[in-house]
T-cell receptor
Framework: KNEVEQSPQNLTAQEGEFITINCSYSVGISALHWLQQHPGGGIVSLFMLSSGKKKHGRLIATINIQEKHSSLHITASHPRDSAVYICAVSYNTDKLIFGTGTRLQVFP | KAGVTQTPRYLIKTRGQQVTLSCSPISGHRSVSWYQQTPGQGLQFLFEYFSETQRNKGNFPGRFSGRQFSNSRSEMNVSTLELGDSALYLC???????????FGSGTQLSVL
């Protein structure tokens, strides 16, 4: 069993839809990261969470430490949001354990 | 402020050769970490350096090594290359107490 599980693996949406990507992990962590990777490889760090909720523009990330679960929400999705979204956990360092990613395609 | 710079962007090598990849972090960042990404295994942690010291190492063979210099620039070396080492190698830097990792564009290594 992977230490970090993401769902769904693939997600297709129409422009404007509300999107949720889920991440579950198996052991206690110091932080959880949400990353975005566009075709071509570049990775952008969206959020780092250790508790609660963070918001940046149309993106919202939440984490429930007791349930070992995090969600990434995208409101009013747009085709430019199409990317792979990766959840990763860390244990007091920059050593990250990655989920397998969620491939999101948003169609106009 | 310049981002994380990785060189070279693309590299082609043959089995048995060795390769050195370079990563220049964002100015002021002292932590540099390296990752390997393959279609089969996804993203995997290689190692992390902070102030010239290796703080963590992933589950890779001893052929994979790295170092960090006093200016925080880092290099990783892979010796005796194997076909399975073909991958995108990414480095990331972060500030002390920083919230995010900043990734470079990666080096795409192909081993023939």
């Amino acid at each position: 069993k992977n230490e970090v599980e993401q769902s769904p693996q693939n997600l297709t949406a129409q422009e404007g839809e509300f999107i949720t990507i889920n991440c579950s992990y198996s052991v206690g962590i110091s932080a959880l990261h949400w990353l975005q990777q566009h075709p071509g490889g570049g990775i952008v760090s969206l959020f780092m969470l250790s508790s609660g909720k963070k918001k940046h523009g149309r993106l919202i990330a939440t984490i429930n430490i007791q349930e070992k679960h995090s969600s990434l929400h995208i409101t009013a999705s747009h085709p430019r949001d199409s990317a792979v979204y990766i959840c990763a956990v860390s244990y007091n360092t920059d050593k990250l354990i990655f989920g397998t990613g969620t491939r999101l395609q948003v169609f106009p | 402020k310049a981002g994380v710079t990785q060189t070279p962007r693309y590299l082609i090598k043959t089995r048995g050769q060795q390769v050195t990849l370079s990563c220049s972090p964002i100015s002021g960042h002292r932590s540099v970490s390296w990752y390997q990404q393959t279609p089969g295994q996804g993203l995997q942690f290689l190692f992390e350096y902070f102030s010239e010291t290796q703080r963590n190492k992933g589950n890779f063979p001893g052929r994979f090594s790295g170092r960090q210099f006093s200016n925080s620039r880092s290099e990783m070396n892979v010796s005796t290359l194997e076909l399975g080492d073909s991958a995108l190698y990414l480095c990331a830097s972060s500030a002390v107490g920083g919230e995010k990792l900043f990734f470079g564009s990666g080096t795409q290594l192909s081993v023939l």
